[in-house]
């Protein structure tokens, strides 16, 4: 199946906990996203990657730190969990602006 | 600054009947646009491209340069179509730079 993926699918943690989420793209795209959906359904994104290279960085805390080991590979690392991180993460994909996403981590931090 | 306005949270309409979903945009340059809908706990889909002027699942959105406007219209409803429906902006022309600029979303209620 060609598709954006991203592992895993639910994700319940503590304050304070370290936790990653993967997200792998089968597409050839060459830019990667993430987007942050709020419990009021606001979409907000995150993080751009091309190539594995940084290239949009939405003044998100540095407790988040993407990283892209190759062009099909975008993952996020999140530091010292907080209660506010709570939210549902979805990974996307672009070829042309045209962005595939996938089906999105529901983190919840109690 | 960039923004895309959608002013209804929720639009409820009976089967059958037709739908008009609003999406107003604030954009300097020439706006690249489109509609996503996410049905109940899935992922966001594409559902329109203003570029491609497609039709699918019988939506249709006309770019209004003058009212800054994409409106997503179907002419009769169905309960499938029960979703909730973003409209984006997108900020750059398809390079790498190209990021999405969500508006709030309408939560589309078809009823029976």
């Known amino acids: 199946d060609t598709a954006v993926s991203q592992t895993p699918k639910y994700l319940v943690t503590q304050m304070g906990n370290d936790k990653s989420i993967k997200c792998e793209q089968n597409?050839?795209?060459?830019?990667m996203y993430w987007y942050k959906q709020d419990s009021k359904k606001f979409l907000k994104i995150m993080f751009s990657?091309?190539?594995?290279?940084?290239?949009i960085n939405e003044t998100v805390p540095n407790r988040f730190s993407p990283k892209s080991p190759d062009k099909a590979h975008l993952n996020l690392h999140i530091n010292s969990l907080e209660l506010g991180d709570s939210a549902v993460y979805f990974c996307a994909s672009s070829p042309d602006g045209t962005q595939y996403f996938g089906p999105g981590t529901r983190l919840l931090v109690l | 600054a960039q923004r895309v306005t959608q002013p209804e949270k929720l639009l409820s309409v009976f089967k059958g009947a037709p739908v008009e979903l609003k999406c107003n945009y604030s954009?300097?340059?020439?706006?690249?646009l489109f509609w996503y809908v996410q049905y109940s706990r899935q992922r966001l889909q594409l559902l329109l491209r203003?570029?491609s002027r497609e039709s699918i699942k019988g939506f249709t959105a006309d770019l209004n340069k003058g009212e800054t406007s994409f409106h997503l219209k179907k002419p009769f409803a169905q309960e499938e179509d029960s979703a909730m429906y973003y409209c984006?902006?997108?900020?750059?022309?398809?390079?790498?730079?190209?990021?999405?600029?969500f508006g709030t979303g309408t939560l589309l209620a078809v009823q029976p």
């Open positions: 990657y091309n190539n594995k290279e940084l290239i």
């Open positions: 984006a902006l997108g900020d750059g022309y398809g390079g790498a730079t190209n990021k999405l600029i």
């Open positions: 954009y300097s340059g020439s706006p690249e």
């Open positions: 203003h570029i």
């Open positions: 597409l050839g795209h060459d830019t």
